[in-house]
């Protein structure tokens, strides 16, 4: 069964003959597809079908993304259409056919070698084109491109065309690694490779609250930074394993909680007097020994309501005390602000002759 694929382009003067038969959108969208086929411009032959994405339409093709990659002619350009079976030679040198895809995943534990073998090339194609690229999260960079590997890549990794080889790894080589591989006639294959750094887990943090009120909500946490891939999580009370459904157990029958493994959320809700102990967790991811959290002691108590109503009346009582006191200041005039000064003039006696009596002085208050 055979499959449509592209035609080699129309040549530039058909094409400028329908140019002045469409509207002014059309019209750019063609002069762009010119430049294409002549190998000019940003759309070369070897790119104009790229992916095999040029769809069959009575003898015509309509743009789609991924061929010449040019957005404005998207929606505008068509051109004639056939395709060969997979694996035959492409009808035009214009054409690529479509990308292969493979996928892998990859374990190595860290410090380790590792080799990530490039299942996109073919040792039938003469003089390929090979590029590899790095994928962690939403970072991509390029990893070998133009026939040179890139920094910090050129002292610690090998390159042969069917394989990169790592002398060790750490846990920041986790990752996804593209090698993207151009062959004869254009032909595109692609093959990726999930690679996982094995690290064990650190010790675990186990996050419990000291104590909780009987009929309320409780969460406990355990957090662990370092495991690759990510632990699963276990807790323990009283250095007992406790399971995912506590009904399941004789000895947490009576206590309700829900517990994820994944995220090592242990939530108890509510909190019941047989939920008084000391827990612990403990994280493991396969690769190496599992590590356990140091013990904290939960205290599952009443609502001390005799507690409260003493704290209120020794509040009341202080707040008498203090407005009985500053009603006895008041009435005794210590928040009186009226005071007397009395002002005392005196004055020099005068001289006087003997025998004489006068008053001379006085005192005025």
């Known amino acids: 069964m055979r499959r449509l694929g592209c035609f080699p382009l129309v040549p530039p003067r058909a094409l400028a003959v329908e140019e002045r038969k469409n509207n002014n959108s059309k019209k750019k969208a063609l002069k762009i597809l010119v430049k294409a086929a002549t190998g000019e ?6 790119r104009a079908c790229r992916g095999g ?21 998207e929606a505008a350009v068509s051109w004639p259409v056939s395709r060969e079976t997979q694996g035959g030679p492409d009808v035009g040198a214009g054409s690529l056919a479509g990308a292969q895809i493979t996928s892998e995943t990859k374990e190595v534990p860290e410090n380790q070698p ?66 993207e591989v151009v062959g004869d006639n254009s032909q595109i294959a692609k093959s990726e490779v999930n ?54 157990s ?46 904290i002691h939960m205290e599952a108590s009443e609502v001390n309501v005799g507690g409260i109503v003493a704290a209120v009346v020794v509040l009341l009582m202080v707040l008498a005390l203090v407005a009985f006191g500053v009603w006895f200041a008041y009435t005794r005039g210590f928040f009186s602000s009226d005071t007397t000064s009395k002002k005392v003039i005196y004055s020099q006696p005068s001289h006087r002759s003997e025998g004489e009596f006068k008053q001379t002085s006085s005192f005025l208050v």
């Open 114 to 179: 590792a080799d990530i073998p490039c299942s996109a090339f073919r040792s039938q194609s003469s003089n390929p084109r090979i590029e590899w690229k790095f994928q962690k999260g939403s970072s991509l960079v390029l990893f070998y491109y133009g026939g040179q590997l890139t920094e910090p890549y050129k002292t610690r990794v090998r390159f042969s065309p069917t394989v990169i080889h790592f002398a060790t790894v750490t846990r920041a080589d986790t990752g996804k690694y593209i090698c």
């Open 250 to 295: 004789l000895t947490f029958k009576n206590s309700s909680y829900s517990l994820d493994s994944t995220t090592g959320v242990l939530t108890f809700e509510p909190v019941s007097s047989f939920d008084t102990g000391d827990y612990y967790c403990e994280a493991s991811n396969n690769v190496g020994s599992p590590q356990r959290s140091e013990a």
């Open 53 to 73: 994405a040029c769809l069959g339409a009575q003898g015509r093709a309509i743009w789609r993304a991924g061929c010449c990659e040019t957005p404005a002619a």
């Open 41 to 46: 411009g940003s759309c070369p032959r070897a």
């Open 195 to 248: 690679l996982i750094v094995q690290v064990p887990p650190s010790k675990p943090v186990a996050h419990v609250p000291t104590s909780a009120t009987i009929g309320s909500k409780a969460l406990l946490r355990c957090t662990e930074t370092d495991a690759s891939p990510p632990p699963t999580f276990q807790w323990y009370k009283n250095s007992m394993l406790m399971p995912a459904d506590p009904k399941t």
